[in-house]
């Protein structure tokens, strides 16, 4: 099978190749950058709590590495395969580039649902799955991160099973791990506050304020969507529904998210949560509301349902939650959106500040993180705004169209081996 038969994979390359179209790259540096410079799949062998052995499918696939060491997370989710896998890693590479790190494309994952297995189990899968990929892993070579699935947790054992191996403590092998190890102040919620920043700065570009008239709907209330919804909830606007995989909550007047946030937190599923009127995931999406942020998982606004889609502003939280067709159909009724690779890009800018303070042992307060990741966000966004304007086009080929323009000065500089 090609990895182009794919539909997240074709997705992403499909808009590379419009965004190189409309930039009029060199279509030797597009080829370059077609298919995944690495890729390896591993058996997962693990014993069940029951005795028996269980055998799951993982990979990691490192995408571009022009710029830096590989960096993407670990996804633990049961749609993960080669071509998913190898198409997040591409979005990767082109999210560091947009922002500017001197860091390459990587992503990993496990085929499983990870809430089917006990801690234990976990733990285990966790061990076994980094000694299968500590070969082309490492903290100058590509470093993992959480992702969909995964945690705190899943680093600190990932962390401590390639330090095993290599003898001695090596922080800067992951990021996203807990502050007691190495973690940096401000990464749990990082990927969250970028969302809010993004959105602050398009209502800024559109002349607008974000109030308590401002309605926001959020897919996925979770490692993403609850930190989006605090801080646009601080910043004064209505988050009005927010959802889980048991279906979504809905109040006009605002939901309580701090009380939202500790019922889930609790291990609560949101339709049980009083004085809220359930709806569905679906019906969430279509909601007449200024912001919608989809931040659960890829794929979830396509052609289908694109033309009810409502919302003003679209932030993808998530990676790919927007098909390129869904794209297409609402940028052409004037909505606008903040493509993902900028938008949910908060979360690897403070991994590559954990990366730095563990290489240099040297840690940084939260005011600095806080600052640093906005003023990054904030460079970033305008940059794709005006590249937009610039080449009369929409924020998703302009984020593209700037992530292309570093890599190929870079790919340049660097030649292509043998020459
Ligand atoms: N998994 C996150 C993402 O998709 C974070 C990656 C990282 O921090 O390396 O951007």
Same mark, same amino acid.
């Given at each position: ?34 298919? !995944? ?28 590495? /022009? ?63 980094? /000694? ?8 100058? /070579? ?35 791990? !807990? ?122 606004? /396509? ?19 927007? @098909? ?62 005006? @590249?937009?304007?610039?080449?009369? @086009? ?26």
């Amino acid at each position: 099978m090609s990895l182009f038969d794919a539909p997240l994979f074709k997705d992403a390359y499909e808009q590379l190749e419009d965004a190189a179209d409309v930039m009029g790259l060199d279509r030797n540096i597009l080829e370059r950058l077609k298919y !995944p410079k690495r890729a390896l799949q591993v058996a997962v062998p693990i014993r069940l709590d029951d005795g028996s052995v269980r055998t799951f499918q993982g990979y990691r696939v490192q995408h571009n590495m /022009t710029l830096g060491p590989g960096k993407g997370g670990i996804r633990f989710h049961p749609g993960v395969d080669l071509s998913e896998t190898a198409a997040l890693a591409m979005l990767m590479t082109f999210k560091c580039a947009l922002v500017g790190l001197p860091l390459g494309g990587a992503k990993g994952g496990i085929e499983v649902d990870p809430t089917t297995l006990s801690r234990q189990e976990l733990q285990s899968l966790t061990r076994r799955y980094c /000694t299968e990929i500590s070969m082309i892993i490492g903290p100058n /070579t590509d470093i993992p991160a959480p992702d969909i699935g995964t945690d705190g947790q899943t680093m600190a054992w990932f962390m401590d099973t390639y330090s095993q191996l290599k003898g001695y403590t090596i922080p800067g092998v992951v990021t996203g791990k !807990p502050i007691a190890i190495g973690g940096s102040l401000g990464r749990a919620e990082s990927t969250g506050k970028g969302v809010a920043f993004c959105v602050n700065f398009a209502y800024q570009k559109l002349d607008k304020v974000i109030d308590k008239n401002t309605t926001v709907a959020i897919h996925g209330f979770g490692k993403v969507g609850v930190p989006a919804a605090e801080d646009l909830a601080a910043q004064g606007a209505r988050i009005v529904a927010i959802s889980d995989v048991s279906g979504a909550v809905y109040n006009e007047n605002g939901l309580d998210i701090e009380k939202c946030s500790q019922w889930t937190q609790s291990g609560k599923l949101l339709k049980d949560l009083d004085g809220v009127k359930l709806i569905s995931n679906e019906e969430l999406l279509e909601l007449d509301v200024d912001v919608l942020i989809p931040a659960a998982i890829d794929g979830v606004v /396509t052609k289908e349902n694109a033309p009810r889609i409502k919302a003003k502003i679209i932030a993808e939280g998530a990676n790919g939650p927007l @098909t390129k067709e869904a794209i297409q159909i609402i940028s052409a009724r004037g909505g606008f959106i903040i493509p993902d690779i900028l938008c949910n890009a908060g979360g690897v800018i403070v991994s590559y500040f954990e990366w730095v303070q563990g290489l240099q042992n040297f840690f940084w307060d939260l005011d600095q993180i806080n600052s640093k990741l906005h003023d990054i966000l904030k460079d970033s966004f305008d940059n794709v705004f005006e @590249t937009a304007t610039k080449y009369n @086009t929409d924020m998703k080929k302009a984020a593209f169209i700037v992530a292309l323009a570093r890599i190929e000065r870079a790919m340049r500089l660097r030649g292509l081996f043998p020459a």
